[in-house]
Structure formats: C-alpha cells, structure tokens
C-alpha cells in the first residue's frame, strides 16, 4: 500500500520562530490533507491540498503531486500551534480512505 | 453549520463486551469514514459508508463491523473486546461529489477496555 512519511518527528520551536513540515508520499493520490490535532484528541482541518499552494493566515501549505510531497510553513509560530499535525493522502480509486502519516510533534514555548 | 458529532466521547467496558459508538456527518455529507487512533499503530482506516453501503474496508478483524442510516448516520460496533482496542475512535464525513472530498473529523470516541 501507499506509504506516507512526515518529518522532522519532533520540532521545538521558541514563540515567533518559522517552521517547515514535509510529508512525502509513495503512489499517486487524488486527496491530500493537512490537520492539526489538538490535546483533545480533535482533528482540525489546516488545508484539503492535492496540488498547488493555499495561505490561511500565518499558514501555508504546497503539494507538488508529480514529486510525492507536500510542504506545510508556519509563520511567526505561537504557543497555541503546538499539538500534532498529520498529512493524510488518498490514492486513486480507493475511495474515502485515508493513509496517515505518523505526525510531527510541534512545541512552541513561550 | 454543525460539524461532526459523535457519542459517547468517553466509554470504559471490560474485556469480552461489546460496543457500540455513533457518529451523525455534517448536513449534506453522505460518506462516512471511521478510523481508530492508538500511540503505537497510529491513525488507521477502519471502513467507509457511502449511500448506506460500506464502500472501502481497511485491515481489522471482524470483531469490527458498522453500518449507516439512510440519513446518513452512522453506526460502528466492536464484539468482543480486547485491550488492545481501547483507542480513540474517530468518524469523518465528506460531500463526495467531484471536488468535495474534504474530510471533516468529528471529536472522537476514546474507549478504554479493562
């Protein structure tokens, strides 16, 4: 099946620092969302990005579909943006079925 | 509009019972997606309905069954518990339409078998 990679696992950043998420992905897929889950447990939808590039506020987010990878920037980080931020791909075909990637871990101290 | 909602959001059974956990999509959603979430195999997909058909089936054993309403809601049941299945079990709804595969997640279900 497709395999999906994130890094850098951990990242531990000062409050107003940028940072770079990368996920990189095996096979073609159709869908490609980011999320950031919160201490809750709850998923919360950052970008649906299957190609091309998307900015909401401090956040932006890449797919480059023919290379397999996606890029998600945080800008001027703040303590509320820690928690754990998946990608999650969907191949061709295969339905309303999402791959996860292992998630970066992201802590801002203040 | 209201998101996704799922009951009960926090259950403790005891190994050998079963369960059963909820989830209503957003207005409008017509595919419903359940995963389950645990520290060691992280996020897996664990079925998909669609028009009251399950459409896609990730790898778990059959202890692990569900079904959807016709309007829309959505059912998933686990017989015969084990340890291993406490988990957070989360239930996301998309459109379905060309361009409307965006998947909202609702807060979850955290399960704890004892």
């Known amino acids: 099946g497709i395999q999906v990679e994130q890094s850098p696992p951990d990242l531990i950043l000062q409050e107003g620092a940028n940072s770079t998420l990368r996920c990189n992905f095996s096979?073609?897929?159709?869908?490609l969302q980011w999320f950031h889950q919160n201490p809750w447990g709850q998923l919360i939808n950052l970008f649906y990005i299957p190609s091309g590039t998307k900015q909401n506020g401090r956040l932006s987010a890449t797919t480059v579909a023919t290379e397999r990878y996606s890029l998600l920037y945080i800008s001027s980080s703040q303590t509320t943006d820690s928690g754990v931020y998946f990608c999650?791909?969907?191949?061709f075909g295969y339905g309303q079925n999402f791959v996860f990637g292992p998630g970066t871990r992201l802590s801002v101290l203040p | 509009k209201a998101g996704v909602t799922q009951t009960p959001r926090y259950l403790i059974k005891t190994r050998g019972q079963q369960v059963t956990l909820s989830c209503s999509p957003i207005s409008g959603h017509r595919s419903v997606s359940w995963y389950q979430q645990t520290p060691g195999q992280g996020l897996q997909f664990l079925f998909e309905?669609?028009?009251?058909?399950?459409?896609n089936k990730g790898n778990f054993p059959g202890r692990f069954s569900g079904r959807q309403f016709s309007n829309s809601r959505s059912e998933m049941n686990v017989s015969t518990l084990e340890l291993g299945d406490s988990a957070l079990y989360l239930c996301a709804s998309s459109r379905q339409g060309a361009g409307e595969a965006e998947q909202y997640f609702g807060p979850g279900t955290r399960l704890t078998v004892t």
């Open positions: 999650a791909v969907e191949r």
């Open positions: 309905y669609f028009s009251e058909t399950q459409r």
């Open positions: 096979d073609s897929v159709n869908n």
